[in-house]
Nanobody
Framework: QVQLVESGGGLVQAGGSLRLSCAAS????????MGWFRQAPGKEREFVAA????????SYSDSMKGRITISRDKTKDTVYLEMNNLQPEDTAIYYC????????????WGQGTQVTVSS
């Protein structure tokens, strides 16, 4: 398994940007892909983006596509989520997660980092 620690959240005004980081440790060699999810107050957790460690293939949610970029630094075992033109509806706790293969769920999770966007 891997241990994940998110950072980079905070309070921003609408239209602003944030760069979230997810540092992985432990059995990082077992991680196939990393994903970002978010959960807003009163809502279900939703998928945001994912990237594979090996090839860097990415996928994005339709709701945020065009405003976000996921990337990874293999030498640092770190995944990033660049978010631009943030809106109040983006306010949520953002979680980093890991999966061991394309057949496995994202079952290793970080503690989350709060993103709050004001009007």
């Amino acid at each position: 398994q891997v241990q994940l620690v998110e950072s980079g959240g905070g309070l921003v005004q609408a239209g602003g940007s944030l760069r979230l980081s997810c540092a992985a440790s432990g059995r990082t060699f077992d991680s196939y892909a990393m994903g970002w999810f978010r959960q807003a107050p009163g809502k279900e957790r939703e998928f945001v983006a994912a990237v594979t460690w090996s090839g860097g293939s990415t996928s994005y949610s339709d709701s945020m596509k065009g405003r976000i970029t996921i990337s990874r630094d293999k030498t640092k075992d770190t995944v990033y989520l660049e978010m631009n033109n943030l809106q109040p509806e983006d306010t949520a706790i953002y979680y980093c997660a890991s999966r061991d293969s394309e057949r496995d769920p994202f079952d290793y999770w970080g503690q989350g980092t709060q993103v709050t966007v004001s009007s």
